[in-house]
């Protein structure tokens, strides 16, 4: 072999092909892609590996596999109450796996291009904070059930529950009563995104519990899953609102109706 | 508790099984396995990531699986001799050089060889190859599921991926 790449610029290749430099350090590589012919042959071959690991055929579960691990946990806890929400579950998770394949080409196109033009590079910088944005407010979504129970404020009552926003926060959304539309109340969290505290007001569906994060106006994410959960964002003249639940997509998107309707105009003081 | 925490990873956990086991009667059976452990241990989550703490669960569960009814069929690298790892870590499963840059055209294997290839290679560098294509997990959470320091991470990933290169390009 004529060049043996040095291990640490393989490893570093092997990070940028990973989107895991630092921006810095990702602008530096690019600058030495261009002008290194060795290394961007080496790069190529590494993109090329990806490409034809990925285009894989992908397992789907087997029909039936649900079945039978509930049937072994129920034998492994005769005594366990009814676990709502399990008959919906199948649906659920089929979707992401459906989703992650066009995150995927998304992702194998954004990496392609930034070899061309470093400009791609801030592109892939926005779209990694709006990512962080929609994972921490879904990990917000998932401590929140985690808890003995996700809110800190519990009222089904809206004039409770925004003037505990409004004492706790600088800026706090209103807060509709949506339980006409399917939607009940049941309370209200701060969670933090990035290092600032945001308003999350909790809502039941059936017995599922949707979280609707409130952050100032454009941070909107894309609609999308995240471990499993349905996230789905939208903005008006004041915030940007990012809802996540393990309710379908579908039940989202008519809870967004529900909420920009139901959200009176803001009030003037 | 457990239906929010591990049955929204189920596909990603079939698929970690299938890959780590090679088939798919065997992931059932894992996948199952690590479903029951996880449901009797759902008390001790205390992690935000619970697609990590899912595909943990798996992992382990494939590998103990592996090592007792098949464990002639996996290899991990920490069973090798010094002199093996060294020769396999700088020279590639077959003692192949890796191909230079000219003689390298784009792959054109089929399905089967690449999972061929996959499956010839040691679990370690398999598993971080699997975790980071197949389930687009990142550094930080591969890391979590595979017990070991990021750097480590890193360092399988680049050098599984060097592996696969020179195996598919021994087909030849």
Redesign the interface.
């Known amino acids: 072999?004529?060049?043996?790449m040095k291990?640490n610029d393989?490893?570093q290749?092997?990070?940028y092909c990973?989107g895991?430099l630092d921006p810095a350090s990702a602008i530096e590589f690019e600058r030495r892609l261009a002008a290194d012919?060795?290394l961007k042959?080496?790069y190529?071959?590494?993109l090329?590996?990806?490409r034809?690991?990925?285009?894989?055929?992908?397992?789907?579960?087997?029909a039936g596999?649900?079945a039978?691990?509930q049937s072994?946990?129920d034998a492994?806890?005769p005594s366990q109450v009814d676990?709502p929400?399990?008959a919906s579950?199948p649906v659920?998770?089929?979707r992401?796996?459906q989703r992650?394949w066009s995150?995927?080409a998304l992702?194998a196109a954004a990496v392609f291009g930034a070899v061309i033009s470093s400009s791609v590079m801030l592109t892939m910088e926005r779209y990694d904070r709006q990512e962080d944005v929609a994972r921490a407010v879904v990990?917000g979504h998932?401590?929140g059930?985690?808890a003995p129970q996700p809110f800190d404020v519990a009222s089904s009552d809206r004039h409770t529950v925004k003037p505990w926003f409004t004492s706790h926060l600088p800026l706090s959304p209103q807060v509709p009563d949506l339980a006409a539309q399917g939607f009940v109340l049941e309370g209200g969290r701060v969670d933090v995104v990035g290092h600032d505290p945001v308003a999350t007001i909790v809502y039941k569906h059936a017995k599922h519990t949707v979280s609707l994060t409130t952050l100032p106006r454009g941070q909107s994410v894309s609609d999308q899953a995240i471990?499993?959960?349905n996230v789905r964002s939208w903005s008006d003249a004041e915030f940007t609102y990012i809802a996540v639940s393990?309710i379908s997509s579908e039940d989202l998107a008519s809870f967004e109706r529900a909420f920009s309707e139901g959200s009176p105009a803001p009030e003037i003081k | 508790m457990f239906d929010e925490v591990f049955l929204p990873h189920m596909a990603e956990a079939y698929r970690l099984a299938q890959w780590l086991t090679g088939n798919a009667y065997d992931a059932e059976d894992v996948v199952q396995d690590a479903a029951l452990r996880a449901f009797r241990g759902i008390k001790s989550f205390g992690a935000v990531n619970a697609r990590a703490w899912s595909l943990t669960i798996v992992r382990n569960t494939a590998y103990s699986w592996l090592l007792k009814n098949k464990s002639k069929a996996v290899v991990f690298t920490d069973d090798l001799s010094p002199a093996e790892q060294q020769k396999l870590e700088h020279e590639g499963l077959h003692g192949a050089s890796v191909e230079t840059p000219e003689e390298i055209a784009l792959f054109k294997a089929d399905a089967e060889d690449v999972q061929r290839a996959l499956a010839q290679l040691p679990a370690h560098f398999r598993e971080v190859i699997v975790l980071r294509e197949m389930n687009q997990l990142n550094y930080r959470d591969i890391a979590e599921i595979t017990n070991v320091p990021i750097g480590t991470v890193m360092s399988r990933l680049s050098r599984g991926r060097q592996l696969l290169i020179t195996l598919l390009g021994d087909r030849k």
């Not at chain 1, 072999?1 to 043996?4: F, G, L, N, R, V």
């Not at chain 1, 034809?52 to 087997?62: A, H, Y």
């Open positions: 072999m004529i060049a043996s291990d393989e490893l290749m092997n990070a990973d895991e012919e060795t042959a080496q190529n071959r590494l090329s590996l990806r034809t690991v990925r285009s894989l055929p992908q397992f789907g579960v087997p596999l649900q039978r691990i072994a946990l492994d806890r676990r929400g399990w579950r659920q998770a089929g992401p796996r992650s995150f995927q992702a990990a998932i401590r059930l985690l471990a499993g959960y393990d």
